[in-house]
């Protein structure tokens, strides 16, 4: 089982459409959880971290299950700009930062 | 304002070469990263630095040698470079302390071996 797994996408999705992207961990010592978005050949940038309570910055959502070692993201009112590979990343442990990240899911939206 | 950069941003070269890209972070974090990305997209962890005391060395062959000068740098050197090294090296920094520990990437550099 990978460490970090990710819907295999791609998603292909009109403009103005909800899509919602989930991943699974296995390490459930994991103490960390984000989303990075990767253009084409650019770097990856850090979307949002993601809290146990759950966090919203505004169209982005996204939900931690530790119980389910589980973790989404969705997306609202999708843009044109939307458009990139979305990363799952996983931090096992505080002080050594070693992240792991996730294959990521391509989402191009549709004019 | 460039907050980690990289250069060379391409690098070509061939079988055999020895080569160096440098990093450079000015958002005062204490810990640097190297990240390899193949040719599938897959980003993977290569080396970590923690005020210049390395961390983390993630099985990578001894061709790969990082060097941290100060907390703000952190440069790697590849011997003898093979096609297999092809791909794109990403530097990152962070924070190990407090709340806020997200990684912030340079834009990479893209090495090609021929």
């Known amino acids: 089982r990978k460490e970090v797994e990710q819907d295999p996408g791609p998603f292909n999705v009109p403009e103005g459409a909800t899509v919602a992207f989930n991943c699974t961990y296995s390490?459930?010592?994991?103490?960390?959880f984000f989303w990075y978005r990767q253009d084409c050949r650019k770097e990856p940038k850090l979307l949002m971290s993601v809290y146990s309570s759950g966090n919203e910055d505004g169209r982005f959502t996204a939900q931690l299950n530790r119980a389910s070692q589980y973790i989404s993201l969705l997306i609202r009112d999708s843009k044109l700009s939307d458009s990139a590979t979305y990363l799952c990343?996983?931090?096992?442990?505080?002080?050594?930062?070693?992240?792991?990240f996730g294959t990521g899911t391509r989402l191009t939206i549709i004019p | 304002d460039t907050a980690v950069s990289q250069t060379p941003k391409y690098l070509v070269t061939q079988m055999g070469n020895d080569k160096s890209i440098k990093c450079e972070q000015n958002l005062g974090h204490d810990t640097m990263y190297w990240y390899k990305q193949d040719s599938k997209k897959f980003l993977k962890i290569m080396f970590s630095y923690n005020n210049k005391e390395l961390i983390i060395n993630e099985t990578v062959p001894n061709r790969f040698s990082p060097k941290s000068p100060d907390k703000a740098h952190l440069n790697l050197h590849i011997n003898s470079l093979e096609l297999g090294d092809s791909a794109v090296y990403f530097c990152a920094s962070s924070r190990t302390s407090g709340d806020r520990r997200e990684q912030y990437f340079g834009p990479g550099t893209r090495l090609t071996v021929t």
């Open positions: 390490n459930s010592a994991s103490q960390s």
């Open positions: 990343v996983v931090n096992w442990s505080r002080g050594n930062e070693k992240l792991t």
